[in-house]
């Protein structure tokens, strides 16, 4: 998939979506929640971000918040050594290289071998951001 179909993926299969673009990255939010996005785009390298050699022909990363839980049983483990992973490598579910420790992975320029992984995972961020949406929806 394309940076276009990943995108038009998640603002067709999920509802009340909204798209905001800063420093590099598309961000995707459920509804007027821009406080924290559930999932984020980059399409190339920048002054703080050259760990996935974005700027390579058709390359782009896709980052996802999934629960500790998911994460924990993607790695193993819920503090993972990003040092272990090459993180120009496509089409592969890895950890990812800034924002591990906040239980967001990320996969570059994902193709068959992830896809449906992705999805899966896609819906679950989705679902985290309704659920937290309506949390502070509640408390106000």
């Not at 760990?51 to 483990?77: A, C, H, M, W, Y």
């Amino acid at each position: 998939m394309d940076e276009a179909s990943i995108t038009q993926y998640i603002t067709d299969s999920f509802a009340n979506v909204e798209t905001d673009t800063a420093f590099g990255y598309l961000f995707f939010f459920y509804d007027s929640d821009h406080k924290l996005p559930f999932a984020t785009l980059a399409a190339s390298d920048n002054d703080y971000d050259r760990v996935s050699n974005l700027d390579r022909p058709g390359v782009f990363r896709l980052n996802i918040g999934v629960s500790k839980t998911t994460f924990q049983s993607l790695f193993g483990e819920a503090r993972v050594d990003v040092s272990r992973y090459d993180f120009t490598l496509l089409d592969t579910i890895m950890p990812h290289p800034e924002y591990a420790l906040q239980s967001w992975v990320c996969v570059l320029s994902p193709g068959a071998a992830t896809l449906e992984t992705v999805k899966s995972l896609l819906a679950e961020a989705y679902d985290l951001a309704v659920k937290r949406n309506t949390r502070r929806q509640d408390r106000e």
